[in-house]
């Protein structure tokens, strides 16, 4: 009994310590978006992408989108090539669980400009990539590599204003297009609990 | 448009109930933004959701949709006409203040108080059941509630403190909150020249609350405290007081903690370890915050450490740095948790990470650090051969001894018989053996399952157990001298055959159960490394032990019935017998002397009492064998007299006067524990001790020892305190420390376990310099053993 609880112990260690790691190449996954497309990371090779584990009404998440700072963060970046991946992995049993009319709803309302918002109600995505929080951020460079993974901003609370935040997939971005090495490749993603 | 603002409230689980009275309560503001600019953005958030009517209905909660829109209209046409002022909370809009799932009030421990007092003040937040708020480091998502004090002049605040909290689900995102209620206490200082006269004590509390969404939230709680000339406790004093018993715990068990290799990743595997029985359950370690790295949710329990007793704990927690230039932590703070229910019970910790290379050496074996692969300390078939070996041995040990001899006249009396009969016996007293390690082995699971520490030779820490088997070796005294008979001796001089070969039986079996029970006070060579493996092993393995040492115990007897061929080495039947019997009865004297000696570590002077029981049930011993076992007449009478002498002894002596069963425990002065003048300078055991003395860079000599282990006095009078060993001591400016285990203490329990050990002797030397590893002297000494130790550790 000991001894399986520590096996399984183990198992939970290994899964969030080894689900990606930062340099290593980021996993593939496939998915469906809200408009019914399949959506494979292999796919944007070439490309930086940026997924984000996203639920609206977690006030973390709001907060980065009610006054249009990460649409206009996903425009800007959008501009520059980007690609952003939004991954909502609530299951289907939370009131917060959108269907995908709503979820197109959602995206119209809210002025969403992200390439596309992945419905992963099953929580494979999220698991694949140790998503703990809402938001929680990654950054995957154009040659398919984990470059960050954390916080969107320096300012863990529900209520600061995004737009006079350190914004750290703009950082990394930049980083990026500039050729240079990722400055700050990790942070304490902050929010409310994926609700897997 | 607005209709989906009206349905925001409804969206959350739980705000039906209490919409309408919950947004007149709530004056929240901190995390809000103007609502103005609220509608102003494109409004978002849930929208309007055709699913959720249908999920409601299925769920049965019909409580109806339309009275919640029909209430959010009314909050909404309230807000709008109201204007309201910035401080009306932005996101969830109406519903962030509807929809509150935690009461918030002030608790103050005193209605009044004097200036220079100190008044607790306790945040108290009540939580709908399956809500929650987050403790100081929320873990992986929330946040921790914010207390922001508004206090009069003359009034401070204290930091914050926080009742244990809960590790809260799912595994991936773990999380450390309280759910149903937690109140945060911080102490108030009333200055000295604090002027009489009522005071308002105001907090601003904000929070993240959460159940299948979050919701932010704060709100402002007051109360008033009246200073005059008088403290009186508030009515809240008490609840204020459960919740301060919840508080982890500042000062406890010392812990230390290590990195384990590999160190050079992104990753590392912190190591905390230290010994607190209560925390044997479920240990886990809830850390602090860290600025730039994070101590994982995740726990492992290192189970190979187990080995090391039910109280040792041993965690392997994974850390994990953001920036890859900064630093590691060098030190780690936060709150061991363990135990269970109403007895769980946590410790405030903030302590050194060793590196791993010189972990090895604090004290802690080496195996320590590679133990999750190791595991055991050798295999488990080497292990049962030295718990053979070790019953074997324990046969010529000087507890066994006594019954030994019986045994032997036992044999001889019996080589006439026929070898069917001898190994019949033979086989009745392994039996008796085996039969007595296996109740002890279920007494030491049953203890293990009960959350104590067993150790070897335990039970001769009860008095009640001394006393009982004070009585019965003097009753046998009493056979061997032929005051009275009994069919003992495995019916040794029994005339009708018939009777011996059935009181034979009985003889047998009641041998090996004597021969196990004097045998447990002695460990010997091979027993106490098999033993300390066996008692931190699970039940099973535990009665295999125990089994495998009986049967060394009773292994010659076994081969002598099964070769009674090897019996004529023994002298021939006859009247020496009688007189070997006779002889027997002084080694069981002895015996009863020594057992007397460890009654006196329990009653003291009382001891006196106990004598006088003893010298009762011989006299009652007496009368029965000489007026009702050889007597002719009033046989009936004796029998009475025998009776009221040994009843009355037990009731006066016993009950009355000594109180055998509830004994004041008798300390043994621990002051000066010097045997004699010249004797070793000894000051008593603590891991404190042994700490300080090596931070001195003075060589230690530890010696785990009990009033009962034989083997002990034994190693002491022959090998320790001896002229050549006491010099040597004062050669090499050594410390002595004396571990008394008589009554068994838990720390030493733990102490001993730490070295595999399930019992006493254990001497350690730990050589001079602070990072040599003890060394373990073996179980039997001899001067020479002790001094070439002591040579090496100057």
């Known amino acids: ?196 | 448009m607005l209709d989906r603002h009206f349905i925001n409230p409804g969206l959350q689980p739980g705000v039906r109930r209490r919409t309408a009275f919950g947004a007149a309560s709530a004056a929240l503001t901190r995390w809000g933004k103007p609502l103005k600019r609220r509608w102003a953005s494109a409004p978002f958030s849930t929208g309007l959701k055709p699913g959720v009517t249908d999920r409601r209905n299925q769920k049965g909660e019909t409580s109806g949709l339309t009275f919640v829109r029909f209430v959010a209209l009314i909050i909404l046409v309230l807000c709008l006409s109201a204007k309201p002022a910035p401080a009306q909370p932005s996101f969830l809009g109406d519903g962030g203040q509807a929809g509150h799932h935690t009461q918030v009030k002030l608790l103050l421990s005193a209605d009044s108080a004097r200036p220079g007092d100190i008044v607790i003040a306790g945040v108290d937040l009540k939580m709908d059941p399956a809500w929650h708020t987050y403790w100081k480091n929320a873990g992986d998502s929330g946040s921790p509630t914010k207390i922001t004090w508004t206090l009069p002049a003359g009034v401070s605040a204290g930091e914050t403190q926080w009742p244990l909290p809960h590790k809260l689900p799912p595994a991936e995102v773990t999380t450390y909150g309280y759910e149903d209620e937690v109140v945060l206490l911080a102490p108030l200082t009333l200055a000295t020249n604090l002027p009489p006269g009522p005071l308002d004590i105001s907090a601003k509390v904000s929070w993240l609350e959460c159940k299948d969404t979050c919701i932010p939230a704060s709100t402002v709680v007051a109360a008033k405290i009246n200073v005059g000339s008088e403290t009186k406790p508030s009515a809240e004093a008490a609840t204020l007081q459960q919740w301060q018993a919840r508080l982890p715990k500042s000062q406890g068990a010392s812990v230390q903690a290590w990195w384990e290799p590999p160190v050079n990743n992104d990753t590392r595997s912190l190591n905390l370890a230290w010994a607190d029985q209560t925390m044997a359950q479920s240990p886990d370690f809830f850390p602090d915050a860290g600025d730039n790295f994070e101590v994982q949710s995740a726990t492992e329990q290192v189970t190979a450490l187990a080995t090391e007793g039910p109280g040792a704990i041993h965690l392997r927690k994974i850390v994990k740095k953001f920036a890859g230039d900064s630093p590691w932590p060098r030190e780690v703070s936060g709150v061991l948790v363990g135990g269970t229910g109403e007895s769980r019970a946590g410790l405030q910790i903030k302590v050194p990470i060793a590196s791993e290379a010189s972990v090895a050496s604090v004290a802690i074996p080496a195996s320590r650090s590679t133990a999750s692969n190791a595991g055991l300390p050798a295999p488990l078939w080497q292990m049962l051969l030295y718990a053979f070996l070790g019953g074997l041995i324990l046969n010529l040990m000087p507890c066994v001894l006594p019954v030994i001899a019986l045994k032997i006249l036992g044999f001889v009396s019996e080589a006439g018989s026929s070898p069917r009969h001898v190994r019949v016996l033979g086989l009745v007293y392994a039996l008796g053996v085996i039969a007595s390690f296996l109740v002890l082995a279920g007494v030491v699971i049953g203890l293990q399952a009960a959350g104590h520490h067993p150790g070897w030779g335990m039970q001769f820490s009860s008095p009640v157990f001394v006393v009982c088997l004070a009585t019965l070796v003097l009753l046998v005294a009493m056979n061997l001298f032929g005051v009275f008979e009994v069919t003992l001796g495995g019916g040794a001089l029994d005339s009708a055959s018939q009777l011996a070969s059935r009181s034979g039986m009985g003889g047998a079996f009641f041998n090996g159960v004597l021969a196990t029970t004097l045998a447990t006070p002695c460990t010997a060579p091979f027993l106490a490394p098999a033993l300390g493996f066996a008692f931190a092993q699970p039940g099973p393995v535990v009665a295999l032990f125990f089994f495998t040492i009986g049967l060394g115990l009773a292994a010659p007897y076994l081969v002598l019935s099964w070769q009674p061929a090897w019996l004529k080495f023994l002298p021939k039947p006859g009247a020496w017998m009688q007189k070997f019997k006779v002889a027997m009865a002084f080694p069981m004297l002895a015996t009863l002397v020594w057992l007397y000696t460890i009654a006196t570590s329990s009653y003291g002077k009382n001891v006196l009492w106990l004598g006088l029981f003893l010298v009762l049930t011989a006299l009652a011993a007496w009368v029965y064998g000489e007026f009702v076992q050889r007597g002719r007449r009033h046989q009936t009478l004796a029998t009475i007299i025998a009776l009221l002498l040994f009843l009355g002894g037990y009731g006066f002596a016993l009950e009355k006067e000594l109180d055998w069963r509830a004994p004041v425990m008798v300390s043994s002065g621990a002051g000066d524990l010097k045997e004699s003048a010249q004797g070793i300078a000894w000051h008593p055991w603590s891991p404190e001790a042994v700490a300080a003395a090596r931070a001195a860079g003075q060589p230690v000599l530890v010696d785990f020892t009990a009033d009962w282990c034989l083997t002990c006095q034994a190693n002491k009078y022959s090998s320790i305190e001896i002229p050549s060993v006491r010099e040597k001591l004062k050669a090499i400016n050594a410390v002595a420390l004396i571990g008394d285990y008589t009554h068994t203490p838990d720390v030493i329990t733990a102490e001993l376990n730490r070295y595999h050990r399930a019992g006493v002797p254990l001497v350690l030397v730990y050589p001079k310099g602070p990072d040599a590893p003890a060394v373990i002297l073996p179980a039997i000494l001899t001067p020479g053993i002790v001094l070439s130790a002591l040579d090496q550790a100057k």
Not at chain 1, 135 to 158: C, E, I, K, S, T
């Open chain 1, 1 to 196: 009994m000991k001894k399986t609880f520590a096996l399984f112990a183990a198992l939970a260690l290994a899964a969030s310590v080894f689900a990606v790691e930062i340099g290593k190449s980021a996993p593939d996954f496939t998915g469906t978006d809200i408009t019914g497309k399949t959506v494979k990371l292999s796919d944007y090779k070439g490309k930086i992408v940026v997924l984000e584990s996203y639920n609206s009404d977690c006030p973390f998440c709001n907060n980065q989108y009610h006054g249009g700072a990460t649409q206009a963060l996903q425009k800007e970046l959008a501009d520059k090539g980007v690609v952003w991946l939004l991954v909502n992995s609530v299951n289907p049993r939370n009131p917060s669980h959108r269907t995908a009319a709503q979820a197109q709803q959602e995206w119209t309302d809210l002025k969403i400009a992200a390439t596309a918002w992945i419905d992963d109600s099953s929580g494979d995505i999220g698991r694949l990539y140790g998503m703990k929080t809402t938001p929680h951020v990654f950054v995957v460079d154009a040659a398919g590599n984990l470059a960050y993974a954390g916080a969107m901003d320096d300012q863990p609370d529900p209520s600061h204003d995004p737009k006079t935040a350190r914004n750290y997939v703009r950082e990394a971005v930049d980083d990026l297009l500039a050729g240079k090495p990722v400055a700050v490749t990790q942070t304490k993603p902050y929010g409310c609990s994926v609700h897997y």
